[in-house]
Every structure is written in structure tokens, then in C-alpha cells.
């Protein structure tokens, strides 16, 4: 599964899932979103467990997507639910540090099974890992997965567009893997970690937030598509790093994996007013349409503090009631996934490194 048969169906609701499985990483990496450490949080396996359990042939999302932390702390654990998700046709993809990469690029055997056994495995690259995890090691291992027949991409972060690390390694991965391994390419994320990297002057927006709004009209929000189950369990409609930390604003939460299952959590994220207006409109306009002032706050900062006021939930509601509403609710999805693989790369991430998105594709796909 190459990432842009993920990326490009990032914009359709309920099409996938994070699941958050752990806050711990054995790496510490000065930039990191989720702060992560070998002492966080680690909450019990059975609440993931019991969640992809509730996946059925037919309500199931297309793609997991494993997150954390390091999800790779827990082998087993994603054995197990990639045994449940292909059971009912969902496929899966797990991001890593690689804190287990080794010169000669073979697999530990704790791990192999795991890594081989997603469908995609999505690479964190950047000159905070390389700090601890040497370039080398990594696309040492990264060639094993490829000789494995794994697919395999990278998630690069730099200080700016013009980062010459970004330059450097972007060129090696091209040359390296003879143009078949893509990357989503992004800015530095002003969370977690990275907060006190990044001067406020400096900062930039987080990964997981999308461009500014334009001064007047509709930006729609494309990560209000996919939930997110929390470390904790928790499931929020949004991976914006600040609403995952919690306590995340009612119209954001979606319940908890201990007791709310798959058919639920995607039936709301369909159903819910507020949901469908963000991703249509988007949070600035929403609140403008309700008679606020989003007062320069920024577009996330808009979606958690504004819009959680009542005016904006009733007038997310009279709009989604009105008449043509799911035609254009339809057609702003029609159009984001249209602009193929690279659209997400070129909206959150870095625009002049958008087409790494597309290595690996052949032409046919790329153009799709």
C-alpha cells in the first residue's frame, strides 16, 4: 500500500482511524510533538483490542493507522490487531523512530514479525532522529523492509522551506532508493517539545493543522475526516495535537474505546452538524457564519475555543439542515480527493516538496 492510496482518501469521513497505542518512546528526540518518554503514560492493551474488535466486513474503516509514542513497544499488541483488521479487510500502516535500526539493516526478531506483517510502515526522519538513530541505520533498514516486498515511505520534518538538511536528505532518499520510496516533507511543529525549539515569532504551524484561512471564505478542515483514539482511550475527532492532550471541547470528542465501538464513532463523525461544517467551511468561516470573531487566533485555536460556543453549534446545525448543504458537503470531498496524492502533501506539509509524495506511483496512479 504506497501512502498516497492513504493520504488521498484523508479527506473522506470515517475512511480511517489513528490509534494512539502508546505515549512511550525509547527515543528523545528534542522536537517531539507528543513529548514522548520511556516513563509516559501506558494504558491497557485491551482498550485497542476490544476497539478494532468492533470492526465488521461491513462497517469497518479502510485503514488503521498506528501512532503513538512508539507503537513498536508493543509487538504483540499490533500483531493482534492487524490479524483483526485484515480479518474484515482493513488495512493498516504503523509509523516508527526506528530506535531499533542497526547498521547491517536486519530486523530484530521481537520485531520483524510486526513490521512485516502492516501494510505500510511510515519512517520519522529528521535531524532530531538522526541525533540518536543514524541515517545510515535507518535506510539500511529501510532497504530490508523494500527487499521484503514492504512498502515503505518517510515522514521528514525541518526548521523551514529552506532547511538545507531538508535539501540534503530529500536528495538522499531520491538517490538512495532510486526514486521508489515518497515522503511527506513538513515544517517543524511548534508542540510538545518543539515549543521550546521554536521561538513564537518563528513557530510555525503544527503538522497536523492545515494552511491559514483565507480573510473571508471557506477553508475546509481536512483532519476532522479521521478519529483519533487517544493513548488513553479517548476518541476525539481531530489529531491537532492540543485536542488529542485533552481535555479535547465536546464537539471534538467522540466517546471512549472502552465502551463506544466502530459503528459508532463513524456514524457520529458522519452525522454530527458541527463536524460536517468544519470540514465543509472550515472553523474560521463557521464562527464568522455565527456572528464571532475568530480575533486572529489562529485556524485550530478557532476550531477549539470558538467554535465549542453554543451560537456556532446551532448555526452549524441550520446550516447543515439548509437545502443544498450535502451537495456542497459532497462536493468539497469530490474535489479534495481529485487533487490526487500530492493535495495533503502540499496543504500541511512543505508545497515545494509535495511531488516526493508521488515517488514509487506508477504514472497512472500519480495522475489519479
Given at each position: 500500500?504506497?501512502?498516497?492510496?492513504?493520504l488521498?482518501?484523508?479527506?473522506v469521513?470515517?475512511?480511517?482511524?489513528?490509534?494512539?497505542?502508546t505515549?512511550r518512546?525509547?527515543?528523545?528526540?528534542?522536537?517531539?510533538?507528543?513529548?514522548s518518554?520511556?516513563s509516559?503514560?501506558?494504558?491497557d492493551?485491551?482498550i485497542?483490542?476490544?476497539?478494532?474488535?468492533?470492526?465488521t466486513?461491513?462497517?469497518?474503516?479502510?485503514?488503521?493507522?498506528?501512532?503513538?509514542?512508539?507503537?513498536?513497544?508493543?509487538?504483540q499488541l499490533?500483531?493482534?490487531?492487524?490479524?483483526?483488521?485484515?480479518a474484515?479487510?482493513?488495512?493498516?500502516?504503523?509509523?516508527?523512530?526506528?530506535y531499533?535500526?542497526?547498521?547491517?539493516?536486519q530486523?530484530?526478531?521481537?520485531?520483524?514479525?510486526?513490521?512485516?506483517?502492516?501494510?505500510?510502515?511510515?519512517?520519522?526522519?529528521?535531524?532530531?532522529?538522526?541525533?540518536?538513530?543514524?541515517r545510515?541505520?535507518?535506510?539500511?533498514t529501510?532497504?530490508?523492509?523494500?527487499d521484503?516486498?514492504?512498502?515503505?515511505?518517510?515522514q521528514?520534518?525541518?526548521?523551514?522551506?529552506?532547511?538545507?538538511?531538508?535539501?540534503?536528505l530529500?536528495a538522499?532518499?531520491?538517490?538512495?532508493?532510486?526514486?521508489r520510496?515518497?515522503?511527506?516533507?513538513a515544517?517543524?511543529?511548534a508542540?510538545?517539545?518543539?515549543?521550546?525549539?521554536?521561538?513564537?515569532?518563528?513557530?510555525?504551524?503544527?503538522?497536523?493543522?492545515?494552511?491559514?484561512?483565507?480573510a473571508d471564505?471557506?477553508?475546509?478542515?481536512?483532519?476532522?475526516a479521521?478519529?483519533?483514539?487517544?493513548s488513553?482511550?479517548?476518541?476525539?475527532a481531530?489529531?491537532?495535537?492540543?485536542?488529542?492532550e485533552?481535555?479535547?471541547?465536546?464537539?471534538l470528542?467522540?466517546?471512549?474505546?472502552?465502551?463506544?465501538?466502530?459503528?459508532?464513532?463513524?456514524a457520529?463523525?458522519?452525522?454530527?452538524?458541527?463536524?460536517?461544517?468544519?470540514?465543509?467551511v472550515?472553523p474560521?468561516?463557521?464562527?464568522?457564519?455565527?456572528?464571532?470573531?475568530?480575533?486572529?487566533?489562529?485556524?485550530?485555536?478557532?476550531?477549539?475555543?470558538?467554535?465549542?460556543?453554543?451560537a456556532?453549534?446551532e448555526?452549524?446545525?441550520?446550516?447543515?439542515?439548509?437545502?443544498g448543504?450535502?451537495?456542497?458537503e459532497?462536493?468539497?470531498t469530490?474535489?479534495q480527493?481529485?487533487?490526487?496524492?500530492?493535495?495533503?502533501?502540499?496543504r500541511?506539509g512543505i508545497?515545494?516538496y509535495?511531488?516526493?509524495?508521488?515517488?514509487g506511483?506508477?504514472?497512472?496512479?500519480?495522475?489519479?
Amino acid at each position: 500500500m504506497h501512502i498516497a492510496e492513504m493520504l488521498v482518501r484523508r479527506p473522506v469521513p470515517a475512511a480511517g482511524v489513528f490509534l494512539t497505542l502508546t505515549r512511550r518512546c525509547p527515543l528523545s528526540c528534542a522536537h517531539c510533538s507528543t513529548n514522548s518518554m520511556m516513563s509516559s503514560e501506558q494504558h491497557d492493551a485491551e482498550i485497542f483490542r476490544r476497539f478494532v474488535r468492533s470492526f465488521t466486513a461491513e462497517d469497518h474503516p479502510e485503514l488503521v493507522w498506528l501512532t503513538g509514542g512508539e507503537p513498536l513497544l508493543r509487538p504483540q499488541l499490533v500483531l493482534d490487531l492487524v490479524a483483526t483488521c485484515h480479518a474484515v479487510g482493513t488495512r493498516v500502516a504503523l509509523i516508527t523512530g526506528m530506535y531499533f535500526a542497526r547498521a547491517d539493516g536486519q530486523l530484530p526478531a521481537a520485531l520483524g514479525p510486526a513490521l512485516l506483517a502492516v501494510d505500510h510502515v511510515i519512517v520519522s526522519q529528521d535531524w532530531f532522529h538522526e541525533v540518536q538513530v543514524p541515517r545510515t541505520h535507518a535506510f539500511a533498514t529501510v532497504g530490508t523492509l523494500l527487499d521484503a516486498g514492504q512498502d515503505v515511505s518517510f515522514q521528514v520534518v525541518g526548521r523551514d522551506d529552506d532547511d538545507p538538511y531538508l535539501l540534503d536528505l530529500t536528495a538522499d532518499i531520491r538517490s538512495s532508493f532510486a526514486g521508489r520510496v515518497p515522503a511527506l516533507v513538513a515544517t517543524l511543529a511548534a508542540v510538545g517539545r518543539g515549543r521550546e525549539l521554536l521561538a513564537a515569532a518563528q513557530a510555525r504551524p503544527a503538522q497536523s493543522q492545515p494552511v491559514p484561512a483565507p480573510a473571508d471564505g471557506a477553508a475546509p478542515c481536512t483532519v476532522a475526516a479521521w478519529p483519533v483514539v487517544t493513548s488513553d482511550g479517548t476518541i476525539v475527532a481531530c489529531c491537532q495535537q492540543e485536542v488529542i492532550e485533552g481535555p479535547a471541547p465536546a464537539h471534538l470528542r467522540l466517546g471512549h474505546a472502552s465502551g463506544t465501538g466502530w459503528p459508532e464513532v463513524a456514524a457520529e463523525l458522519r452525522r454530527r452538524p458541527t463536524l460536517r461544517a468544519l470540514r465543509t467551511v472550515g472553523p474560521e468561516e463557521l464562527a464568522r457564519l455565527a456572528g464571532r470573531t475568530p480575533n486572529g487566533c489562529g485556524y485550530c485555536r478557532t476550531c477549539i475555543h470558538e467554535v465549542a460556543a453554543p451560537a456556532v453549534a446551532e448555526r452549524a446545525d441550520a446550516l447543515v439542515q439548509s437545502g443544498g448543504f450535502p451537495i456542497v458537503e459532497d462536493e468539497v470531498t469530490r474535489m479534495q480527493v481529485a487533487a490526487g496524492p500530492e493535495y495533503f502533501a502540499r496543504r500541511y506539509g512543505i508545497a515545494r516538496y509535495a511531488p516526493m509524495m508521488s515517488l514509487g506511483l506508477a504514472p497512472a496512479e500519480s495522475s489519479s
